[in-house]
């Protein structure tokens, strides 16, 4: 009776797990990643080769550029410098493809021809990313209305210590910083 009762009682917890994350990585965040790999890669772009699309199961974690923790297994560091194809020209950024990440630490966008944000698209905010400590967005040609100062709101960034914002074509990054008294960066670079 003792296996019929460990049987009964374990296996729907196993079941609820399953659906929460998939060996390794949670299946909501693999999703997310795929949809941003979509994203990366419109319409024709081959990069991120090891983000497996049709491998459901697959450790995410274990993919370039992501690192889980080691206890949850949530996305705590994303690294996509670089990782758009250059071919495909400029990307508009969907801000509303990084909030399934509630555990990111560390954010690195470099080097991708980042121009803008798409309307509409989670405000082209990275809101909700509130344990966000280390943001890197430099060599970027954000410039213009939706440029990098809209999508950044420092006052949601409360846990913020690095910013990298150097090599952009910003008009000017100053207001980014009166935003908040509280707000200390300790280190930053333009």
């Not at 999703?31 to 049709?54: M, Y």
């Not at 846990?159 to 200390?184: M, P, Y």
């Amino acid at each position: 009776m003792g296996i019929k009762l460990w049987v009964t009682l374990v296996m729907p917890v196993l079941s609820l797990l399953n659906g929460w994350y998939c060996l390794g990585c949670w299946e909501e965040e693999r999703t997310a990643l795929l949809h941003l790999k979509a994203n990366i890669n419109f319409p024709d772009g081959r990069s991120l080769t090891s983000w497996v699309v049709n491998e459901i199961g697959t450790d995410c974690c274990q993919w370039q550029g992501v690192e889980c923790s080691n206890t949850t297994k949530q996305v705590i560091h994303l690294n996509l410098d670089f990782a758009m194809d250059q071919k495909l020209g400029d990307w508009y950024f969907n801000a509303s493809l990084f909030l399934p990440f509630q555990e990111l630490r560390n954010l690195s966008l470099s080097g991708n021809q980042l121009v803008g944000w798409i309307e509409n698209e989670g405000n082209g905010r990275l809101f909700g990313l509130t344990k966000l400590e280390v943001l890197h967005i430099w060599g970027t040609d954000w410039f213009g209305d939706n440029d990098i100062l809209s999508m950044l709101n420092l006052k949601d960034f409360t846990n913020l210590k690095e910013l990298d914002l150097s090599q952009n074509k910003a008009r000017s990054l100053g207001t980014i910083f009166g935003v908040s008294s509280h707000f200390v960066l300790h280190h930053y670079s333009f």
